[in-house]
């Protein structure tokens, strides 16, 4: 090979070398701008994980604390239940009371009305009575 020929052959590969050497700045550049973009979207990635987890935790205290509010219910359900059923009972047991006492009461009446009734045929038999002897007093006074 001539002089002239290398010398064209170093410049070609100078050539070359320096286009290579762009593409390769360039492939560097979007190397570097595709790491940066996933390092951006690594961060998007690590904050929605963040969020997510966050959120999780809320979640989890909420159903806890909807959990409690299950349990506090359900108990004052049975203490209402329960008191229903006492308020119940002494209702009926005052009711029985009441019929006891009424009835009491009615036996009482029933027998006072039988006195009095027993009182009223006494008058009566006093009145008769009475009224025979005036009868009497009278036919004496007018036979005497």
Not at 7 to 19: D, M, T, V, Y
Not at 111 to 123: D, M, P, S
């Amino acid at each position: 090979m001539t002089n002239d020929e290398l010398k064209a052959l170093c410049e070609s590969n100078a050539r070359a070398i320096q286009a290579t050497g762009e593409q390769v700045g360039e492939l560097t550049n979007s190397v570097t701008a595709f790491i940066r973009k996933l390092d951006d979207e690594g961060l998007k990635v690590t904050l929605i994980t963040e969020v997510a987890d966050e959120i999780g935790g809320d979640v989890a205290y909420l159903e806890r604390q909807s959990n409690r509010q299950d349990v506090s219910i359900t108990a004052l359900r049975q203490d209402a239940n329960a008191d229903r059923q006492l308020f119940r009972e002494q209702a009926e047991a005052d009711r029985q009371a009441s019929d006891r006492r009424f009835e009491e009461s009615n036996r009482r009446f029933d027998a006072q009305l039988e006195e009095i009734r027993a009182q009223g045929q006494q008058i009566r038999a006093l009145l008769s009575a009475l009224a025979n002897t005036n009868g009497r007093i009278d036919s004496l006074e007018a036979a005497g």
